[in-house]
DNA sequence: TTAATAAATGCAATTTAGTTGCATAAACTA
DNA sequence: TAGTTTATGCAACTAAATTGCATTTATTAA
């Protein structure tokens, strides 16, 4: 994605474009993955820590960025499609995560399944996380 | 279940038999729901912190307990049924969390269905959490 | 029953993850 | 171009989790 569709996500979502902003990005729109904070300390050297946080923060806010449930004890977060707003992210997309690398994916594949629950129980959504082993790693 | 059942767990999974161990274990068979360490600290003040830290860990490693995915970005677990080892957990059930109270239940109801992945991906297990309100909320 | 052994615990300290405050810099608009 | 608002860096803080060490405790063999 170039450059200039990058402002334009940023102008669509009332964020100013800042290097910071474009450089995160863009590192999301590279990996196809799940990242965590660390994840962007460790290759945006460049930026302040606390700067990090607050961008991913500013994404999440603004629907850029939703964030992945993963086990682990440490936020992650994914690209979002169109669908999110500010005030309501709406993910119907499944999951993947490679039991030999640790990458989580957001595949194309619509969680397309209805779910039984016992009664009482009122289901608004469902996540659903596959893991198992990717491409890169089979 | 009694102290004796509990007991036997602990035996089970090679764990020492400790007052601290039967009360976190009793406390996730009342509770039966998902339950973070600060969850067991509020409630079971006789123990030290990071004893509590080390018998969560020590329940994981030995396959009592489960992670339970989410996205705040602090560890929860769940009880675990007989089906998990030590270096192998195996869950095949859905979890549910309430929007209202926050709460993430283990649910009986297994999870059935096949997903469609992308060629190449190896699929392992599948992970599937509802999210809407429980009976209590409703 | 006792002694030895290894694991569990408590306390202090440290590391990791995330947030807040404030001054300054930068983006944006009139 | 100036004013305004937002983003950033630095320092400090809070929250979550881990490590080290000495002591205590559970367990087992004799």
Redesign the interface.
């Known amino acids: 994605m170039s450059q200039e569709n990058i402002k334009g996500i940023l102008k669509t979502h009332q964020l100013r474009i800042t290097d910071c902003r474009m450089d995160v990005m863009q590192f999301f729109l590279d990996e196809k993955s799940a990242l965590s904070q660390s994840d962007l300390e460790n290759q945006l050297t460049k930026y302040d820590r606390v700067t990090l946080y607050r961008t991913l923060n500013s994404f999440l806010d603004s629907g850029i960025l939703h964030?992945?449930?993963?086990?682990?004890?440490?936020?992650t977060y994914g690209m979002c499609h169109d669908t999110c707003t500010p005030d309501h992210h709406e993910h119907n997309h499944?999951h993947?995560k490679c039991?030999k690398c640790g990458q989580i994916e957001c595949?194309?594949?619509k969680v397309a399944?209805q779910?039984?629950?016992?009664?009482?129980?009122?289901?608004?959504?469902?996540?659903?996380?596959?893991?198992?082993?990717?491409?890169k790693c089979?």
């Open positions: 964030r992945i449930p993963n086990e682990t004890g440490t936020a499944v993947f039991n595949l194309e594949e399944h779910v039984s629950v016992p009664f009482g129980y009122k289901v608004d959504g469902i996540n659903m996380i596959v893991d198992g082993i990717c491409p089979a």
